[in-house]
Structure formats: C-alpha cells, structure tokens
T-cell receptor, first 116, second 111 residues
Framework: IAGITQAPTSQILAAGRRMTLRCTQDMRHNAMYWYRQDLGLGLRLIHYSNTAGTTGKGEVPDGYSVSRANTDDFPLTLASAVPSQTSVYFC???????????????FGPGTRLTVL | GIQVEQSPPDLILQEGANSTLRCNFSDSVNNLQWFHQNPWGQLINLFYIPSGTKQNGRLSATTVATERYSLLYISSSQTTDSGVYFCAGDAGGTSYGKLTFGQGTILTVHP
C-alpha cells in the first residue's frame, strides 16, 4: 500500500509557466487537501475537497486551482507561476465520510517547487 | 480562524533527556493532531488526540479541550527524535477539516 504519492518530487519552474502538481491516494479516502509550507512556517491550507466532484478554498487559494474528478486524484495547478509560490507542497487525505467529527489527515511526501 | 501557538520554538537536548512540548489554541479546537517532520521533510502522524491522553512507546500526548491546550511528552529522547514537531487542529463548523498548524518546535537531540 503506497498511501499518498506526489509527483514530481521537486521542480524548478520559470515564472509565468503553468504547472500541475499531482497527488494520488490509494486508501479510498473521501477528503483530500493541499497545503504549502514556507521556510520557517507551519503548513497553510490552499484548497480542499470533501468528496469527489466538490472543492473548496482554504487559507491561501489565490493563484491555485484544483479539481477532483475521482476519489483517488487531486491535482493542484498553478496557472502562471510566480516566485512567491516557491514552497514545499503537501497533499493530504482523510477518511471522514460518515464519521461525525472525525478527521485525521495523512500526508504525502511533498513536492519542492522553486519558481525563478 | 483559530490561532495556534507552540512552545518552546526551539529545544536542544542530550540523548536520554525528557521533554514536554506545548500547543495552545485561541478557541475550541477539533481534530487535534501532532506530527513529526523528520530531517527529510516527511510529516509523520504521531497522535490524533482531540481529547484525553494517548501513549505510543516513548511518546505520549494529552489534550485538555476545555482549556484549549495539548501537550506532547517525549521520554528518553533519541537522536532520531530530532526534527520539527507540529500540532494542528480545526475550528469545527464550516472550518471542519481545515487544519491550522502551529509554527512548530524544532527539536535537536545530541548524542
């Protein structure tokens, strides 16, 4: 069981380019999340999806978009990358469906993105 | 949203020492979790502990939800315990599942 996989592991990107970070989970979790971690800071939520077909905005959504076509995949797209989007991006998932009040999140290995 | 304050920000220990890390929340918190980020950047789940006390080997955690804080105890520390420890939680309601993280405690354990 792989859990959560993210790709690429790292990427250097020119400003203005479009980039999609991939996230796949094999645990059949209903909810998925994208966070970013900047140097010296904790993680901040970008976007989330409570179930396939739905998405919502987190704390820092500007410049990012997501889609949730199926249960397993939750890609994060930077339409036109800017240097301030240089960060480590973590995908997470949780099995909260039908479990009132329960939401334990599990994290992928992260993608280190540098925008020049 | 809720504010999360972790203390201390940095902690240096000799191998074998014990330590207590604290996490304070500005408001009622749900789905409280503790994580260890190892030197390779991986986030490892330590405890899911919205209330009460749990233990896992040398680590234990206690959350007092009514007083809005949680404690992580590390006993007989080892060099492999080094890294950053984060607590996180959500405010419930419309913020359900939207974790807010603390700034972390950087732990260094020397041999």
């Amino acid at each position: 069981i792989a859990g959560i996989t993210q790709a690429p592991t790292s990427q250097i990107l020119a400003a203005g380019r479009r980039m999609t970070l991939r996230c796949t989970q094999d645990m059949r979790h209903n909810a998925m999340y994208w966070y970013r971690q900047d140097l010296g800071l904790g993680l901040r939520l970008i976007h989330y999806s409570n179930t396939a077909g739905t998405t919502g905005k987190g704390e820092v959504p500007d410049g990012y978009s997501v889609s949730r076509a199926n249960t397993d995949d939750f890609p994060l797209t930077l339409a036109s990358a800017v240097p301030s989007q240089t960060s480590v991006y973590f995908c997470a998932s949780s099995d909260s469906y039908g479990r009132s009040g329960y939401n334990e999140q599990f994290f992928g290995p992260g993608t280190r993105l540098t925008v020049l | 949203g809720i504010q999360v304050e972790q203390s201390p920000p940095d902690l240096i220990l000799q191998e074998g020492a014990n330590s207590t890390l604290r996490c304070n929340f500005s408001d009622s918190v749900n789905n409280l979790q503790w994580f260890h980020q190892n030197p390779w950047g991986q986030l490892i789940n330590l405890f899911y502990i919205p209330s009460g006390t749990k233990q896992n080997g040398r680590l234990s955690a206690t959350t007092v939800a009514t007083e809005r804080y949680s404690l992580l105890y590390i006993s007989s520390s080892q060099t492999t315990d080094s890294g950053v420890y984060f607590c996180a939680g959500d405010a419930g309601g419309t913020s359900y599942g939207k974790l807010t993280f603390g700034q972390g405690t950087i732990l260094t354990v020397h041999p």
